[in-house]
């Protein structure tokens, strides 16, 4: 979906309860549009532009390699987005078969992307949409051949296997793939930067070539640089680019942004496109003589039940139209704000399939309390797998994260996969705890002022590294397993009952969705 498929929003008739009339400038493709800011600390911060969209059915582009079609947005940005970074010296191939530094790339540049055709990825032309920087915890590379990438623990790269992030997500969020010293980078590497060595010979004329599965260097080495650095990204057409020779993503939803005049980078994260008319598009759309009734996604990009949702309530009216229209559809979120809208859901499961996904890392109150007190309390969480189980959906929950020494117990894994089984959930995926930079300096506080004893341990176990041993988290994932299966914990296997859980989306999906 493109910008110009956005209008103002109506003339104000009143903010939402607890809104107050905001006037920051407006961007310049916006005129018009309501301005808002929420006078409560959840929204400290952010601005909320309220525009009448056009169109709100989004066809995913084949190339991102996801179980579904189309999409429904009702929101672009987000307070949590993610954000994929490399150091600004990467070399990026162009399309002229030279290289520029990341930093020195402008919207607008022609470089090379890749696309992909059966078993195989091809170079294609590509244009760069979008260009920003911030600043973040940096991780180098090693390749064997002596490629070295610096890189935010959030980027990915492609290996022969799919798209792999640099490290594994936060502790508490859904797993994602990440990269391992027995993996491989897609490309040739730094080989790559000499033009006459390219595939395609003088000159790098790449445009068709086959980029070939065996066309990868081994990782030999991946180590957090232990401190922030400014990094850089880019939106291409292809939704990829090469940089240092090898295949790197990009962020696909930031250089949305750019086309409203906001940039890809701070105002993602602060300024929030409200579609307000979502639930009356839906409806005109869905009434379409073209549309085929496919299923449609929704949390994939930014999560449709964010904190906003609570005030703006587009997906009622949403929900609505898919129910009337028998659309089968699935819904992947990480809130509570779901049972709001619980008897809809029911009514749109009498007349279609409706798929819905929630993470529960213990049981133990106090613990909650003390470790992650912001969030809904493992209570909330379990009523609302119950509800919606009670409601006849089945849910796979998320155990994370496990906390060594803490949650890692036999008592501990057994009340809480108890209380998983009591709640209706029909599988359960275990997480230990891992620290990246950031969430490990404050866990290493708290873990120092609450449990001071531990400390010696815990420094056994991560050393200077981000990951528990291999074998402690095999023997913790055992032991999971192992009470799931005494408390008849399954996946569904297949058919009308089973669902989308979090390791079932892909990771372009899972990304988004839980950075948010």
């Known amino acids: 979906m493109r910008w110009e498929n956005l209008s103002s929003a109506p003339p104000d008739t009143g903010p939402p309860t607890g809104a107050a ?5 407006l961007p310049l493709a916006l005129p018009g549009a309501v301005v808002r800011t929420f006078d409560t600390p959840a929204f400290a911060g952010m601005t ?6 056009k ?11 996801v179980p579904f079609e189309w999409t429904i947005n009702p929101y672009r940005g987000c307070s949590h987005a993610c954000a994929y970074c490399l150091a600004g010296e990467t070399e990026i191939l162009l399309a002229d078969g030279g290289t520029r530094p990341l930093a020195r790339l402008r919207i607008g540049d022609q470089i090379y992307g890749t696309v992909a055709q059966g078993n195989h990825r091809r170079y294609v032309r590509t244009e760069v949409l979008a260009h920003w920087s911030t600043v973040k915890p940096a991780y180098r590379i090693t390749l064997e051949d002596g ?49 006459d060595s390219r595939p395609g010979g003088p000159g790098g004329r790449l445009d068709g070539t086959i980029l070939g599965s065996r066309a990868a260097v081994r990782i030999r080495g991946i180590e957090p640089l232990e401190r922030e650095l400014r990094l850089y990204d880019i939106t291409t057409g292809t939704g990829d680019f090469i940089a240092n020779g090898v295949v790197s993503h990009n962020c696909f939803a930031r250089n949305t942004h ?45 999560d449709c039940y964010q904190r ?13 139209a898919l129910r009337d229209f028998a659309n089968p559809f699935s819904i992947l979120t990480k809130g509570t704000l779901i049972l709001r809208d619980l008897p809809l859901l029911r009514q749109a499961a009498t007349v279609t399939r409706v798929s819905i996904s929630l993470s529960v890392g213990f049981v133990d109150e106090p613990m909650w309390r003390s470790v992650e007190s912001g969030t809904p309390s493992p209570r909330r969480r379990l009523d609302a797998v119950r509800e919606l189980t009670d409601a006849g959906f089945q849910v796979g929950v998320l155990m994370a994260p496990i906390l060594p020494g803490l949650t890692d117990t036999e008592e501990s894994i057994e009340a809480t996969v108890a209380a998983i089984a009591a709640a209706g959930a029909v599988s359960v995926t275990p997480l230990p705890l891992h620290l990246r930079p950031g969430a490990r300096e404050w866990y290493a506080a708290w873990l120092g002022r609450e449990f001071p004893q531990l400390v010696p341990r815990y420094r056994a176990l991560f050393g200077k590294g981000s990951y528990l041993p291999q074998a402690y988290q095999r023997e913790v994932t055992a032991r999971v397993r192992m009470a799931a299966r005494r408390h008849g914990l399954h996946r569904a296997e297949s058919g009308e009952a089973r669902q989308v859980t979090p390791t079932d989306v892909p990771a372009p999906v899972v990304e988004q969705l839980t950075l948010l």
């Open 55 to 65: 169109s709100i059915l989004n066809r995913v582009p084949g190339a991102s390699r």
């Open 21 to 25: 009339p905001a006037a920051p400038p």
């Open 147 to 195: 490629t070295e990438l610096t890189a935010s623990g959030d980027h990915r790269f492609l290996t022969p296997r799919g798209w792999k992030h640099v490290v594994g997500s936060p502790p508490g969020d859904a797993p994602r793939p990440y990269l391992a010293l027995t993996d491989s980078l897609v490309g040739t590497g730094r080989s790559a930067s000499t033009p």
């Open 48 to 53: 909320f532009y309220e525009v009448q969209a």
């Open 258 to 302: 750019t086309y409203l005049d906001l940039d890809a980078g701070r105002d993602f994260d602060s300024k929030v496109i409200v579609k307000v008319n979502a639930g009356e598009l839906v409806r005109r759309e869905l009434a379409a003589p073209k549309w085929r009734g496919d299923h449609i996604a929704m949390g994939t990009n930014v």
């Open 308 to 320: 906003a949702e609570g005030r703006y309530r587009l997906m009622p009216p949403i929900l609505t």
